[in-house]
């Protein structure tokens, strides 16, 4: 039987919109369908791990095993391979959400069609052959089917069932995780024979006869340095000498013996630089290639950097934290030992705790946004001794490490806690909220049984050791990001935005104040009865550690910003500044 249809009016706006966004949805998940079809046919050609051409560089390698060139050859072409893989790897996941997201609008629009048109038919006994509405239902069922089953071609061929690095590993790769950077490339790597035990890593004693870490612990031979009277950076008076950095950087030097080690990064590059005391020449160089794991580079600020944590040397190897989570190993004579991927550090404005080393350990202290914690590292393997989840927000300071009650302790300080651990296993002694509401950068400092921490734009707080409990703090205040020096019943900090303060250790009580014109990142250090400050913008104030008022001068400049903290040695001071590093003694 004949039908007779009573057309609709399809000449409205709204009829038009859907229909034309049915038919673009279609086109769209063809076009994606055909973009994951070719990435997976180009993927499948691409097999970063049992790659021919990292076999013949190996195989290079096994005949010459101290090629040191080769070996960096490799790790950049294992890197760069990985990078390409996961790349398409991410390129297919997101293909898949565009893919079905076209296809449900495109299943919608043409049923929200098909309801538009759809109309009560009459009987017309002319031709009883003709049905153009099942005809229309059929067409747009077809199309529906058709693009439901590609768009599950698509989803077969793309999706990951079983990428190339689930395969089984040639035996090379083994041998290039151990060559060059182990827990880097397999950060599950079978550590049971920690070589750690034969390790003889510096004691206490040994530390303290060197500036190993960010503001080490104070030693009675840093009363005896003498330094010239005034010096200038860009005339070169009193300089014993000044080099050029290559990378920027807002760590501190640190010294071990007549070397000098600071690191420098970029969004695409990353060195660790020694340096020889007595002249200020390179020793050697090496570039600090990025874990696969840690993926695109940070957001970070200019003030922070790529390479704001200081190193810490334990008279073995060299420890360097950057900015997208990475902690590495450097032996003292250059060679890149292990680095590991410690998590990524969230938070507004980039990771710059620095590590400290004790024993066989490095500790480190990650507060973010997400997932903050403090962990132990083996510190000649890598592999991770403890590890403690924290219920912190980001912080910028740096653990300090002392001992109490002849016992090694660290403190963290952090929004909003201040906290204290048990080296050993990690365990938390005890936790006290006294830093809620500011942002914390100045580390804790210890003095005669007590921690002082500072939250900006907050408080100072001085905290009693033994009942975990505040005992003054000053609101009016508040280093900003230079952490305080404490001496003799006095705090010395450097404000953010201008000025030096001096509080009473006892009563927190403001003993005096002296206006500067710049504001201060790096923090004092002290030489005998006279304390060092550099502002940020480059100039030296020195003056004596006193209580009865500010007594000292600013003569001495270094012709450019200062954000780093001073190295000291037995004949000497070493100043990191913007763009240069320089060595100032008599």
């Known amino acids: 039987m004949r039908v007779v249809v009573l057309e609709k009016d399809k000449s409205s706006a709204a009829y038009k919109i859907i229909k034309i966004l049915g038919w673009v949805s279609a086109v769209l998940a063809l076009v994606v369908c055909v973009l994951m079809i070719g990435n997976r046919a ?50 297919n996941q997101r293909g898949i959400s565009v893919l079905i997201g076209s296809l449900i609008v495109m299943v919608a629009s043409f049923k929200i069609i098909g309801a538009y048109e759809a109309s009560h038919p009459f009987p017309d006994a ?28 698509a989803l077969t061929l ?42 003889q890593f510096a004691n206490a004693e040994q530390l303290n006869n060197h500036w190993p870490m960010f503001l080490p612990r104070y030693a009675s031979w840093m009363d005896n340095i003498n330094l010239p009277s005034v010096w200038n950076g860009e005339t070169g008076e009193g300089i014993h000498w000044k080099v050029k950095l290559d990378l920027p950087g807002f760590n501190s030097p640190i010294i071990w013996e007549d070397r000098v080690y600071l690191s420098g990064a970029s969004a695409t590059k990353r060195e660790v630089t020694c340096f020889d005391i007595s002249d200020g020449s390179d020793v050697w160089k090496i570039e600090i290639p990025v874990s696969v794991e840690s993926g695109d580079p940070p957001s970070v600020t200019e003030d922070t950097g790529y390479a704001a944590p200081t ?78 989840e924290r219920d912190t927000g980001a912080s910028w300071a740096s653990p300090l490490l002392f001992e109490w009650e002849q016992n090694p302790v660290l403190a963290l300080a952090a929004e909003p806690t201040l906290s204290v651990y048990n080296v050993e296993d990690g365990s938390l002694i005890w936790e006290l909220e006294c830093l809620d509401g500011g942002e914390i950068a ?8 007590r921690l002082y921490v500072a939250a900006d734009y907050v408080h100072v707080a001085a905290v009693d050791m033994n009942s975990a409990s505040v005992v003054w703090t000053n609101e009016d205040t508040t280093p900003g990001i230079s952490t305080p020096l404490v001496y003799d ?6 404000m953010g ?30 030489i005998g009865g006279k304390i060092y400050l550099f502002d940020r913008g480059g100039n030296a104030h020195v003056f004596e550690a006193s209580g009865k008022g500010f007594n000292g001068n600013m003569e001495s400049l270094m012709g450019e910003s200062v954000l780093s903290t001073p190295a000291l ?18």
């Open 311 to 388: 190193l810490a040397c334990n008279g073995v190897m060299v420890y360097a934290a950057f900015a997208n989570g990475d902690l590495s190993a450097i032996t003292l004579d250059g060679q890149l030992k292990w680095t590991v991927y410690m998590g990524n550090p969230v938070n507004p404005y980039g990771y710059s705790s620095s590590p400290v080393v004790q024993s066989d350990m490095v500790l480190i202290q990650m507060d973010s946004e997400e997932h903050s914690f403090v962990a132990a590292y083996d510190a000649g393997t890598g592999k991770q001794k403890w590890k403690m």
């Open 489 to 494: 019943g006095l705090y010395f900090g450097g």
């Open 42 to 91: 180009a993927l499948n050609r691409s097999d970063p791990v049992h790659s021919t051409s990292l076999t013949a560089l190996m195989e290079q390698l096994s005949e010459d095993p101290r090629n040191e060139a080769l070996k960096i050859q490799i790790q950049e072409m294992d890197l760069l391979a990985r990078k390409a893989f996961f790349a398409s790897q991410q390129f």
């Open 569 to 586: 040695y037995k004949h000497g001071m070493i100043i990191r500044g913007e763009g240069h590093l320089f060595c100032i003694q008599e």
């Open 158 to 199: 793309a999706l990951p069932w079983e990428s190339p690095l689930d395969q089984p590993l040639p035996s090379y790769k083994a041998e290039l995780d151990e060559l060059l950077i182990p827990g880097t490339a397999t950060p599950e790597l079978d550590f049971a024979n920690s070589e750690s035990a034969s390790l």
């Open 442 to 449: 100045p580390s804790p400092v210890f003095y005669d049984g």
């Open 497 to 526: 935005d201008g000025g030096i303060i001096c509080f009473s250790t006892e009563s927190g009580e403001e003993l005096w104040y002296e206006v500067t014109d710049h504001g201060f990142y790096a923090s004092p250090v002290r």
């Open 126 to 153: 002319n031709d009883p052959k003709d049905d153009p509405q099942e005809q229309a239902q059929w067409a747009r069922k077809s199309v529906t089917v058709a693009g439901l089953v590609l768009g599950g071609f």
